[in-house]
């Protein structure tokens, strides 16, 4: 039996993106203004490090999903504007995710991803949700 043991040095991590911009084109065609690429992409970037399948199931509510790691408090806001249909795994299609992610900054624009309203980014964000179309925190 031949085992192959890689070494690498201590301090090599992998880069984190700060933008996503394969992402763009598509956010456009779901309705994206052309004005918010670059906090989008960043924003992408930022939570779910560009990959579409993301899921951090140590957020409360089930978890955030996909690019845009939008969480599951919001489940009920999704499905009421027809963006899920049962669970919320259908985010980690790109399309639904962005289109989803575009309702719910129409409703509390990017507070929901914890920037302030200077647009700064709040290290430790109240997270904002949506319910029946209304924000609460």
């Known amino acids: 039996m031949l085992t192959i043991v890689l070494l690498m040095p ?3 991590t992998a880069a984190r993106p700060v933008s996503c911009p394969t992402y763009e084109n598509l956010a ?15 924003v992408l970037a930022r939570e779910s490090s560009c990959f579409a399948r993301a899921w951090n199931k140590q957020d409360p509510f ?14 009920g806001f999704f499905i009421k504007e ?15 995710n962005l289109t989803a992610a575009l309702a719910l900054w129409k ?7 914890g920037f302030t309203k200077k647009g700064k980014v709040n290290e430790y964000p109240r997270r904002k949700t949506v319910a029946h179309s209304r924000i609460v925190s």
């Open 28 to 42: 456009r065609a779901v309705g994206w203004p052309r004005t918010e690429m670059k906090r989008l992409t960043y």
């Open 82 to 96: 027809k963006l899920v249909h049962k669970s919320m795994t259908e985010l980690f299609n790109p399309k639904k």
């Open 10 to 12: 201590a301090t090599a």
């Open 62 to 75: 089930s978890g955030s999903y996909g690019l845009a790691q939008l969480n599951g408090s919001n489940k």
């Open 107 to 113: 409703e509390c624009g990017w507070a929901c991803w």
